[in-house]
């Protein structure tokens, strides 16, 4: 009978877990997590950005701690729910009115609610291409500022 008690709890004590991230696999979107620093085990699931009109990748990194959730309690069924910060992978921002996204070179997309201010700055150069025209329309001033500035046909 104790058997069958300690087998109900090792079960539950699977269904939902947090862990860390040891390995990744990105070509094929998933991952090994460590629970309690034990074993990795099998290859699960990394969560995407899906919509209906979208597909995001968002690579995690090793040294993610992460939420897994195992069906029947097995991990080798388990998929990552939700990833956490860490001390070692912090929030990119503390203010509550920024949304910000950073890479690892230091290239950020940053939108500030409380100003209304969109700002993208990259580490290497910026190119924007489309199909079709590019317009800029401002109800405010237009600043162009730098070392040099060439209107041309052509590209970079």
Not at 76 to 97: C, K, M
Not at 98 to 116: A, C, I, P
Request: with cysteine; glycine share 12%.
């Amino acid at each position: 009978m104790s058997e069958n008690i300690a087998e109900i709890l090792r079960i539950l004590q699977n269904i939902i877990a947090i862990g860390t991230i040891v390995d990744v696999d990105h070509e094929n979107a998933r991952a090994k997590v460590s629970i309690n620093d034990g074993k990795p085990g099998r290859w699960i699931p990394v969560p995407g950005s899906v919509g209906q009109n979208y597909r995001g990748t968002n690579h995690l990194r090793k040294g993610t701690q992460v939420l897994v959730a195992s069906p029947s309690g097995d991990p080798a069924n388990g998929v990552i729910l939700q990833v956490f910060y860490s001390d070692g992978l912090p929030s990119v921002s503390s203010d509550g009115a920024v949304d910000m996204v950073q890479w690892n070179d230091g290239t950020t997309v940053t939108y500030n609610t409380s100003n209304k201010r969109l700002e993208l700055h990259s580490s290497g150069d910026l190119v924007v291409s489309a199909d079709g025209a590019i317009g800029i329309q401002c109800q405010g001033d237009l600043w162009l500022d730098g070392a040099h500035i060439h209107a041309q046909e052509g590209g970079i």
